[in-house]
């Protein structure tokens, strides 16, 4: 996805946890907005069970007030 292809409503948002914690938190969030991209799971150098993912998402159409 390159910048011109998001919109002004778009936020980044990064996800730091295990990798339970971060599927979990996705899943969540995917309910509310719309993913529009979600990178690979970047591991932590300490503690190594620890995990980023960042996302990219929009208000989903279908909930919005």
């Keep these: ?3 011109t292809d998001r919109k002004a409503a778009t936020v980044r948002i990064r996800l730091h946890g295990t990798p339970a914690e971060t599927a979990a938190a996705l899943d969540t969030l995917a309910q509310v907005l ?6 690979r799971p970047y591991p932590d150098r300490r503690p190594p069970m620890f995990q980023r ?7 989903r159409e279908d909930i919005r007030r």
């Design 53 to 59: 993912i960042y996302l990219d998402a929009t208000p």
């Design 1 to 3: 996805m390159t910048a």
């Design 34 to 39: 719309h993913i529009r991209h979600a990178s």
